[in-house]
């Protein structure tokens, strides 16, 4: 019997925090690539867009690239397409609404001739060495899929993003039946969502915010504004509907939200009750009792529908007093402070505010701890790999899978770039490419460097002063007293007497120069910079970026 | 019987957000100062250190000002102390743990012979029209009192910060005999703390934490890590002792954990068993299990000792395998993000870590909605005003004390600077102060003004480019090529481009204007910045800020 070909299993992204999910299937010269996300920035990414992973790898082997599979249609797992199929030609795979938000997000793509495959998930599909079967699971989109890879040296199982939710807006529950099969047939390693691993028991059902709304629906008697995901097609099912029983109808806000409903409904899965939605531009005519406005915002983003009304600012809603807001949705890590601001100044301009923490208005789209057993339970992988979340979600779900048996040595806690390399009943981990953090900023087709980000972050502390000064470099002397720019730097009584001990120093640092011979621009502006420098630090405790420019004329 | 004079209670901070509480209570031209606090900056205050309440109209009136009282030692309380006292020459009162804590703070300021005034809280004390009695309440520091004005217009009672403890580490409850007195006297109004008015239910008791502390004790078999807030004494109390109990030795990493527990040795509120503290020099020469290493840090503060070991750069501590952390804190909210990061770094590095999302290593020190109906209950106030909180927390607040059965108009949601003018039996808002926010930066003496935070905020996004210039006025030339200070702008490719395009337009602008018989600098200067501006955005996308400097030579 010939040997049989190892598979690298390597993870992009989404290893080593919440986003950017990207995981390579590799074996036989042939190469499957699984979501291509990005990230949103954190506090310290000044400025920036948004991450994408490092593609270098894939980029390097782009020959060997047979599919792009992806398991649903959030933009953490194909935010990072646009970028990825400017050099990489491989069809792209996905269920049938996934695809329609890939489609609108590639629209703009100069990429011409993609090639779009539609995945029935009770389907499997052959790509080169591996069978690729499909299994539907619940998530806070529709259309959500894992993936079993069927291969000469065993199963390998991708949960893709997960809840089990026994009874889903759709009537698509989690397809117990496959993964089971795939777990009797043995699995060697189960690559398992972990986001939610901290919560204990069950993600709650979604059907119960839609209990939780119809209450507050009938409570209210004046407009109801309810802030959710643009993308989450069952939440606004279930608002549409609400709606529709108590008679009021619905305005749209928000250009995202716009478009998901329209690609849902034209695809079949969001069925919105005839003359429900109304111009946004209508509402002032309707009785206050008859309005719903659905609206993008739930995170708090500064230029978001919810927000531009909770500043006063949106041109078509102003909020009256009595409004009920709900938001429906729950904090992303890292949101929560600008979720808090939003609900504040909503309910100083007169709003009734229900949000998550008070009332039962959102329910997550995770796999809760328990549902994480099942899905164990179910596959009995021997070997049990965490994705989809920061160190402290990984290290919890591997509690998870040794509570249900698992070997303590079979759990593996990768990182992103990890080369996971699997035989017959056997995964090790047998190497580790070196990632770059990919920024994207402005028009997109560049990365910002560290540097930048450096100094981005330099200057939003302590700001910059640019010194400017003429010197005449044949005479030794200077040609005009120095002059500044001054931005972001305090501005008070003590800090005008620096400015002009700056100046003092600045000149008598170039004469000094200039006694020694030292008359080249650059070699000047060093020499002033450092003093410069000591001299502000030492009066007032701060340290600006300073940069000086001296111009031989 | 000649009119009663009126009271006028002024809350300048603490009321449109958790932080820089200070509230003035005026009568007959004499004023108590309660509280001067700092607020630590949020994510939009770049580079700010913190904010403190806008004292205008306490300066205003320094010669009426007889009293600072101040109901406990946190920075929100007393961090304000350094500045108000700088022109105000009043005693302060505080208990004497508080007033440790007090003189610790202003050691470094320049203000001699203060006089303080330690406050024995069964002692009620007079002071010009007031008598205030005090009530000593469980708060996540020793020593917290609320305060009841005794006045000719009827009682009106400050919560201070609190919560309900039945068995607190000091064995000093909540004075509920204190305040159901005053309730029975009857309480015209009640300030109420409304921090944790989210929460159902009580507040779990301090000694739950001591419990569940000792559980991760006796399972730990390397060394332990506990990470709480340094002021926090009870849970240091019960960390000492459980410590002890196991026969472990603490070692101390952190400058403001030291300082608070020297004073608190020092003034008998923390009683560390004997031989129990090591320098931390000496945690090397002992065994792991022998081990505990008390530090600052809970909050993810990156200069803290806690984020140091995480980041491998703590220059006693490095975290080894096994090691168990324990972060008994909470998240204050904004600092959500900064914990997760310290979380996974010591994670990454070996440390197994508890903490709040996933075990009991922590309970609050505010006041859970049925706490406030029981101060509610027991003072019985005619109106009501929630402090110590957002909106979103005065309007819970407000519900609680709806369903408590008070009149719903009598409920006062009050903004900072709103004044309250009580009369008996009558509270009304009588005015708003105009409140400046006072950022404190640097050496601290000034103030931020907005214009810097905003670009601040401007630099943090797309950075600066400053474009110097050097021309012959009288000869209408150019005497030097452009040239550029560039910092946080995106550098790619494309952009090198830019720049090239970025110095033909400041000649072809400079040309244009001198054609113009335009040589005045600043007038070029206004001319080519509006040029660059509009081609780098239309090139690039980004808006970085653009300054130029002509210098005329």
Same mark, same amino acid.
């Given at each position: 019997m010939p040997k049989k070909s190892s598979l690298k299993v390597i993870p992009l992204g989404g290893l080593n925090e919440v986003g950017k999910n990207l995981t390579i299937f590799e074996k036989d010269n042939q190469m499957i690539v699984v979501d291509c996300g990005i990230m949103f920035p954190d506090?310290?990414?000044?400025?920036?867009d948004f991450v994408i992973p490092d593609f270098t790898y894939v980029l390097k082997n782009?020959?060997?690239?047979k599919a792009i599979i992806i398991t649903h249609g959030h933009e953490d797992h194909i935010g990072g397409l646009p970028f990825l199929i400017k050099e990489v030609k491989a069809p792209i795979y996905a269920t049938k609404l996934t695809l329609g938000l890939i489609k609108i997000k590639l629209? #703009? /793509?100069?990429?011409?001739n993609l090639n779009f495959i539609e995945i029935n998930p009770r389907k499997g599909i052959e790509i080169g060495p591996f069978f690729i079967d499909f299994f539907r699971v619940n998530h806070s989109i529709p259309d959500g899929i894992g993936l079993i890879f069927k291969t000469d040296i065993g199963n390998v199982v991708h949960s893709g993003d997960f809840k089990i939710d026994q009874s889903p807006i759709d009537g698509k529950v989690t397809d117990f039946s496959k993964i089971a099969r795939a777990g009797d047939e043995g699995v060697l390693a189960l690559f398992c969502?972990?986001? #939610? /691993?901290?919560?204990?028991g069950y993600t709650l059902p979604e059907r119960d915010v839609g209990k939780t709304l119809k209450e507050k629906f009938i409570r209210a008697d004046k407009r109801i504004i309810v802030a959710t995901f643009a993308s989450h097609i069952h939440r606004i099912q279930q608002i549409m509907d609400v709606a529709h029983q108590m008679g009021r109808k619905v305005a749209i806000s928000g250009r995202s939200m716009l478009k998901t409903i329209r690609i849902s409904s034209e695809l079949g899965y969001l069925k919105v009750p005839e003359d429900t939605i109304i111009p946004i531009t209508k509402i002032d005519e309707?009785?206050?009792?008859?309005v719903v406005i659905l609206s993008t915002g739930s995170q708090g983003e500064p230029l978001s529908a919810l927000n531009k009304m909770a500043l006063g600012e949106h041109n078509r809603v102003q909020i009256m007093k009595g409004d009920v807001v709900i938001i429906s949705a729950s904090p992303i890590p890292g949101n929560e402070k600008a979720i808090s601001n939003t609900i504040n100044m909503l309910i100083n301009q007169g709003a009734d505010v229900f949000y998550e923490s008070i009332a039962g208005v959102h329910v997550s789209g995770h796999a809760a701890q328990e549902e994480i057993k099942m899905m164990i339970g179910l596959l009995k992988p021997k070997y049990f790999i965490p994705i989809h979340g920061e160190n402290k979600h990984k290290t919890q779900s591997a509690v998870i899978a040794e509570e249900m048996g698992l070997d303590k040595k079979n759990i593996m806690i990768a990182?992103?770039?990890?080369?996971l390399k699997m035989n017959t009943n056997l995964c090790r981990v047998s190497g580790l490419l070196n990632l770059k953090t990919i920024y994207i900023d402005g028009i997109g087709t560049g990365n910002v460097e560290d540097m930048v980000l450096k100094d981005r972050r330099h200057l939003s502390r302590d700001g910059i002063i640019v010194a400017v000064l003429a010197i005449d470099e044949a005479g030794k002397k200077i040609v005009k007293d120095p002059d500044f720019v001054l931005k972001g730097v305090i501005y008070i009584d003590d800090f005008k007497k620096v400015v002009k001990d700056c100046r003092n120093i600045i000149i008598s640092s170039a004469q000094r120069a200039f006694d020694q011979d030292i008359t080249n621009a650059a070699t000047v502006e060093q020499y002033i910079n450092e003093n410069l420098e000591k001299h502000i630090f030492k009066k007032v405790r701060i340290r600006p970026i300073v940069s000086t420019k001296v111009i031989s004329v």
């Amino acid at each position: 019997m010939p040997k049989k070909s190892s598979l690298k299993v390597i993870p992009l992204g989404g290893l080593n925090e919440v986003g950017k999910n990207l995981t390579i299937f590799e074996k036989d010269n042939q190469m499957i690539v699984v979501d291509c996300g990005i990230m949103f920035p954190d506090d310290e990414m000044l400025g920036i867009d948004f991450v994408i992973p490092d593609f270098t790898y894939v980029l390097k082997n782009k020959h060997k690239v047979k599919a792009i599979i992806i398991t649903h249609g959030h933009e953490d797992h194909i935010g990072g397409l646009p970028f990825l199929i400017k050099e990489v030609k491989a069809p792209i795979y996905a269920t049938k609404l996934t695809l329609g938000l890939i489609k609108i997000k590639l629209s #703009n /793509a100069s990429q011409k001739n993609l090639n779009f495959i539609e995945i029935n998930p009770r389907k499997g599909i052959e790509i080169g060495p591996f069978f690729i079967d499909f299994f539907r699971v619940n998530h806070s989109i529709p259309d959500g899929i894992g993936l079993i890879f069927k291969t000469d040296i065993g199963n390998v199982v991708h949960s893709g993003d997960f809840k089990i939710d026994q009874s889903p807006i759709d009537g698509k529950v989690t397809d117990f039946s496959k993964i089971a099969r795939a777990g009797d047939e043995g699995v060697l390693a189960l690559f398992c969502d972990s986001t #939610n /691993a901290e919560e204990t028991g069950y993600t709650l059902p979604e059907r119960d915010v839609g209990k939780t709304l119809k209450e507050k629906f009938i409570r209210a008697d004046k407009r109801i504004i309810v802030a959710t995901f643009a993308s989450h097609i069952h939440r606004i099912q279930q608002i549409m509907d609400v709606a529709h029983q108590m008679g009021r109808k619905v305005a749209i806000s928000g250009r995202s939200m716009l478009k998901t409903i329209r690609i849902s409904s034209e695809l079949g899965y969001l069925k919105v009750p005839e003359d429900t939605i109304i111009p946004i531009t209508k509402i002032d005519e309707m009785p206050v009792k008859k309005v719903v406005i659905l609206s993008t915002g739930s995170q708090g983003e500064p230029l978001s529908a919810l927000n531009k009304m909770a500043l006063g600012e949106h041109n078509r809603v102003q909020i009256m007093k009595g409004d009920v807001v709900i938001i429906s949705a729950s904090p992303i890590p890292g949101n929560e402070k600008a979720i808090s601001n939003t609900i504040n100044m909503l309910i100083n301009q007169g709003a009734d505010v229900f949000y998550e923490s008070i009332a039962g208005v959102h329910v997550s789209g995770h796999a809760a701890q328990e549902e994480i057993k099942m899905m164990i339970g179910l596959l009995k992988p021997k070997y049990f790999i965490p994705i989809h979340g920061e160190n402290k979600h990984k290290t919890q779900s591997a509690v998870i899978a040794e509570e249900m048996g698992l070997d303590k040595k079979n759990i593996m806690i990768a990182q992103n770039g990890s080369i996971l390399k699997m035989n017959t009943n056997l995964c090790r981990v047998s190497g580790l490419l070196n990632l770059k953090t990919i920024y994207i900023d402005g028009i997109g087709t560049g990365n910002v460097e560290d540097m930048v980000l450096k100094d981005r972050r330099h200057l939003s502390r302590d700001g910059i002063i640019v010194a400017v000064l003429a010197i005449d470099e044949a005479g030794k002397k200077i040609v005009k007293d120095p002059d500044f720019v001054l931005k972001g730097v305090i501005y008070i009584d003590d800090f005008k007497k620096v400015v002009k001990d700056c100046r003092n120093i600045i000149i008598s640092s170039a004469q000094r120069a200039f006694d020694q011979d030292i008359t080249n621009a650059a070699t000047v502006e060093q020499y002033i910079n450092e003093n410069l420098e000591k001299h502000i630090f030492k009066k007032v405790r701060i340290r600006p970026i300073v940069s000086t420019k001296v111009i031989s004329v």
